[in-house]
């Protein structure tokens, strides 16, 4: 079985083409935190390449920026390619089949959120239940 998932932060804003042949593709590199901590206490951050396809790729481009919190499902898939110059390169990176937010909109956007509603709630008017027969 093949399967990676990965919650972290995109470390800069995704980036879609279109095939020759019309599909979407869009390239993003996630930054995810490893659970433990290095020996002088800094917290240890793998970057992870992914690339996502047609309706996902879509979303991800429309929906994310840098600094969006995104939680994706895929797979690790490796390819080889020759560069410009002739020589092998190797690529591993995940295709996410499957992408979520992690955070609200408005935990994304934040500062500018909490200025608009300091508690994070919009202000309604009270309610005058006096007149409900229950």
């Given amino acids: 079985m093949n399967k990676a998932v990965i919650v972290g932060n995109l470390v ?61 499902v895929g797979s690790i898939q490796t390819r080889t390619y020759d560069d410009q110059n002739g020589n092998k390169r190797y690529v591993t990176e995940v295709v996410a089949d499957e992408a979520e937010f992690v955070t609200s909109k408005a935990q994304n956007t934040g500062a500018k959120q909490q200025e608009a509603a300091p508690d994070g709630l919009e202000e309604y008017e009270p309610l005058d239940d006096s007149e409900f027969p229950f």
């Fill in 12 to 72: 800069r804003d995704p980036e879609m083409r279109t095939t020759p042949n019309g599909v979407s593709v869009t390239s993003f590199t996630v930054a995810a935190n490893r659970r433990y901590k290095s020996q002088d206490g800094q917290q240890q951050t793998d970057f992870i390449n992914c690339v996502a396809w047609r309706r996902t790729a879509e979303f991800i481009a429309k929906y994310f920026t840098k600094g969006s919190k995104i939680g994706i």
